[in-house]
């Protein structure tokens, strides 16, 4: 889950991580009064779960709490990068000197938290070359003691003044990815502001999905679209994609697999569906119905029976064809534990049953083109 | 001799009562696995399968003799499971569980890295040597015994892939399930490193997907170390980019761990890679062949 | 440094272990007020730090207010074991089924946090047989997770609904063991009461005097005498012994093998005091000062110069003396850098040096008893 | 050879700007030892007494060979200075800073129990092997080589005792400070383990102290495992139960920890007990001649 920038800064507020002063505004008139609240001029910055909102124009600044009121105005309600600004966070504008990245991220391969340091901040952490990165696992049994951030602002080359304020808000960085199961937190830019203060004029906190049940405390931001988050409720994972043929398989090795031979014979999936191994016969039958509300051209179903039997995947398939009442073409590969009972229930059932992946593949492809030139 | 887990493997299962656990230690049993204890808290003299069950793994330890664990208790109790089993110094630890915190995971594999454990997942179907040990959740019939090592991220693909295998004569000598999570016990190099000390061993497929670098590490290890033939299937070439695919693991961020990266490595290692699942029975014949 | 048990089960309840009801009174009236607060029977507990204030009679049960008045009347201003009462605990009277030993103390050899339970609590842990006691120690880097309360609970041999409880308050003093620097946490006993319900009774918890610095959060508890805390706040080491023979020696062990060698001649030591290696004169006079008040027959001095020169200490030596203007006899033992210099000084200004240590302690001794069969 | 700190011990003094670190690296130096860095944070580019300050042990590593440090940094920071020089992978860390948190010293031994390094200390006069390295604050004149292994909790107690052997002729090997703390990263037996697989150590003096049990462990080791001759002498017998004297460690709690429990179990190991410091020599003479 991802954390809008103001609820970020919330979180690192209070951890003592210094953020500009400021609110957050959901209409104009809101907005003037954060401004007004702020004196002088501020950022008036919209609120989407998306990168490089500056070049994207949605980030504007404000002299007056009126220019601030017309700037919410103009951004409020309209769509940045596909998604629609509900609000819009307005802040003491800062007056910039330099500009450092510091992040907190998983290193997979250490199986630890790596904390990403860089002395040229300010633009995507991926454009900064690489020798100007500092990177550093943690010991989770250790955490980040105040050495390990001496040695980073050593490495960036800070002075002592603005290196003893990065080590500290480093050090508090790292608490809140711990405290808050974090996938990914970042500061960018963490500026030095004229006087030397060092602040946080940017946040992202990406906290694990699997740990949200421990953070009740974190507001709960829905990134799912509805049918999204219909099927998520069912157990199941889905990613919409843009093409016509809807895809079920048991596994998410074995549904990526399924996308990928269908677009090797030309096919083009609508979507990822990984109905897992323990979904059970009503789960599927909700999920292929939540599908075939998309208007897929034909259906693509790709079992391998281990634990579970074939004949009772093909009992669940019927009934679920049969509930929805769609008229689309299934096509289904069953392999596994009673495959042959299962492919004589699909067969009487109407269905086409197959063994082999590149059959059932290159047949549901040859289906959907058929759909798709009888409907033009 | 297989790897991790062999003739001499004792387990204790984990979580052995819920419905999970208690299915498959029948399963585990009915493949011939020594299934010796049960541990579920407040149910210690209960039996499962004919299993005795105790509440803590240090009673189990204290009564039967047991070296390995496989745990299948919920995902929000699995790390403190797996501590207790590396603290009661279990020296193998194979973790069923799927969604556990990304946190408890690195806090686990902290403990483990200390202590000198071998953790199999978590979110993996689990390790099987053909013809002695299963722990895990993967179809018993697949397997047949053989000199191919596999090495896997996701797992019914696997078991797709080990069923083709198996129908063409090719037999296997360890499956390991590395799980799809992005904080794992093992990943590829861990698990080449140990076939390639295992005589049975004369080939190994890898079942790659999509996100992270495992893959690339793996092929810079076989370009240098690796001294048998390997395989390889790379899953997610249709994904799109900040889509996670499924596994907390099959994601591409940032620009890394692309589908065209890690092809390109294990080409460039002298890895065959196969193209469609079904390839690779194929590829392994062509590869032990040379 | 050691909290009263009120001040610890208010630490204790913070964590979440669970406490008797009731609080603490300063008067009579305020006990009163307190059991009605409580209703029903109470017991009245002086708050004095030290163990076994039952069978001194400290501990007196009360079933309405005005008895728990009359009690906190008779206890309050009174001597236990040496130590003034000056608060009681008012706490509601438990209907106790069975006692348990819970605590936290550090295990030397391992480096380690150690827990210590016992099924058989109520008593002083020392008189519980070795077999009935399960001891384990906890890696900081880990801390006490769940499985550690179970394991635990398992070995104590308590039954399902109260070993969970037990488990849960393990982890619980755990923490408060450790963030509170505690050297020792204690719950004795942990009662379990009609109805099944685990209840902390007593509370223990002794903080790290190093570590009081960083708990300002804690009230500050004094076990200190006046001139204990005279003498500390010079900081140096000083213990109060029953001899009349005044000792100073800079380092611990040699302090310690001071009062041995004294011992071993039939002298009688006044005290304990390690003047420490990097002590400056001016400490040194002033600690001197302040054992002359305690009216010591002789005084000895035994300073090993490694790094301290024996001249600078000789000078220090004359100078406190002169300052403090007391008839008191002094004998100085002084080797190490520049000593012939020290000895020279020393005598040139009347005080009596040796090189030898079993020299200096006949003499002192001899001086001692001649000064007490003078004064007979 | 020597144990611990020998001719091969290249330091970096952490906390070399401070008032007790920048004079002992002057004593330090005029002993002979290799003093090769300095760490003060903020004062990288100074040198005291020739030696180079860096801001961070590994910038200080970067520039110059260095596997040990002395730590003089003030108690509140001494935790984290021992952490970073282990974390820079130094092999031993000597700490003469006293009044740490004992918390902070539990948190310092699991880091350093996990990576492999020695801690001499907290609260030690440090450590010297004569003729080729102090580390620490006891004087320098004291010493003469020789085949006398000491190990001590206290101080000003064991120059005593070393002077009183280099008067006597009778030179050392090395000279350990436990140090005066209830959790040190060495002990008794740690030390004798040491000693035993040293040629040069002949002899070992213990100096002990009521407080713990580390006296009768060490007993125990000497009755079962050392092979050559102990003498020891423990300080404290006039010590009351209860009352601190000066070190932390030397207490006597709870009945564990007596003069008496550890002068039998050292007789009983075949260990000769001096009853006063002078003693020392004359024992250690005899316990070489038999």
């Known amino acids: 889950m991802k954390l809008y920038e103001y609820l970020a800064k919330e979180v690192f507020a209070r951890r003592g991580i210094p953020v500009p002063r400021g609110g957050v505004a959901s209409t104009p008139e809101e907005a003037e009064a954060r401004a007004r609240e702020v004196g002088g001029p501020v950022a008036v910055k919209s609120q989407v779960l998306a990168g490089g909102r500056g070049k994207a124009g949605g980030i504007t600044f ?49 199986r630890r938290p790596l904390i990403i340091a860089s002395a040229k901040g300010g ?60 996938e990914l937190t970042e500061i960018n830019p963490l500026v030095v502001v004229e006087g030397g203060r060092v602040i946080a004029a940017d946040g992202r906190l990406n906290v694990d999905d699997e740990a949200l049940y421990r953070h009740k405390e974190l507001p709960y931001v829905e990134e799912r679209t509805g049918l999204e988050k219909k099927i998520h409720d069912l157990g199941v994972s889905y990613v919409a994609l843009e093409g016509d043929i809807a895809v079920i398989a048991n596994g998410a090795g074995i549904t990526m697999g399924t996308l990928d031979t269908l677009m090797y014979y030309g096919g083009r999936p609508a979507n990822f569906l990984d109905a897992g191994g323990g979904t059970g016969s009503d789960e599927m039958a909700a999920a292929i119905s939540l599908l075939l509300e998309t208007g897929p051209s034909a259906f693509l179903v790709n079992i391998f029976g281990g634990i579970t039997r074939c004949d009772e995947v093909a009992k669940a398939l019927i009934q679920a064809r049969q509930a929805s009442g769609a008229d689309v073409p299934f096509v289904i590969r069953l392999v596994g534990t009673n495959e042959a009972e299962g492919h004589r229930i699909l067969r009487e059932n109407g269905m086409e049953a197959f063994r082999s992946m590149a059959e059932a593949a290159q047949k549901v492809v040859a289906l959907a083109s058929s759909r798709a030139s009888a409907a033009s | 001799m297989a790897i991790i887990v062999d003739e001499s493997t004792r387990a204790v299962v984990q979580g052995i009562t819920g419905h999970h656990g208690s299915f498959h230690t029948g399963q585990m049993l009915a493949f011939g696995s020594a299934i010796a204890a049960g541990v579920a808290p407040g149910r210690a003299g209960q039996s499962v399968h004919g299993v005795p069950v105790y509440d803590t793994v240090e009673a189990a330890r204290e009564a039967q003799d047991i070296n390995t664990s496989v745990i299948f208790v919920p995902a929000a109790f699995a790390k403190d499971a797996a501590m207790e089993a590396i603290s009661a110094g279990l020296k193998t630890v194979v973790v069923i569980t799927e969604h556990i915190p990304v946190h408890d995971a690195m806090e686990l594999m902290s403990l483990a890295e200390r202590e ?58 360890t499956c390991v399930g590395l799980g799809g999570d992005r904080v794992a016990g093992l990943d590829f190099v861990r698990v080449l490193r140990r076939f390639k000390d295992d005589p049975q061993t ?29 395989v390889a299937y790379i899953a997610g070439k249709s994904a799109p980019p900040g889509k996670r695919m499924g596994h907390a693991g099959a994601i591409i961020e940032r620009g890394r761990g692309t589908f065209q990266s890690k092809v390109e490595a294990l080409k460039a290692a002298g890895t065959a890679v196969a193209e469609l699942p079904w390839e690779v029975p194929g590829l392994v014949r062509s590869a032990l062949a040379v």
């Open chain 2, 116 to 173: 000198g454990t071998t953790v199999v997942g978590p979110n993996t179907f689990g390790i099987c040597s053909a013809g002695t040990c299963k722990l895990g959740i993967v179809p018993n019939q697949i397997f047949s015994v053989g000199g191919i090592g596999l090495v896997a991220r996701s797992g019914t693909l696997t078991y797709e892939i080990v069923a083709s295998l198996t129908a063409d004569g090719l037999g296997q000598s």
């Open chain 2, 202 to 230: 004369e080939a190994v497929v890898m079942v790659g997907e999509i996100g992270g670098t495992a893959e690339e590490e793996a092929a810079e290890y076989i370009k240098t170390e690796f001294n048998k033939p390997v």
């Open chain 1, 123 to 182: 633009i995507n952490i991926e454009e900064i070359p690489e020798e100007d990165i500092v990177r550093r696992t943690v010991d989770v049994a250790v955490g980040v003691e105040p050495f390990v951030g001496r040695e980073i602002v050593r490495r960036l080359g800070l002075d002592q003044a603005v290196g003893k304020q990065v080590a500290d808000i480093l050090a508090r960085l790292y608490k809140v990815f711990r405290a808050n199961d974090a």
């Open chain 1, 62 to 110: 404000a002299d007056t709490p009126a220019q601030a009121r017309e700037a919410a105005e103009r951004l409020l309600g309209t769509e940045l990068k596909g998604l629609t600004i509900e609000k819009v966070l307005v802040e003491e504008k800062l007056a910039i000197r330099h500009e450092i990245y510091l992040g907190v991220a998983i290193d997979r391969s250490a």
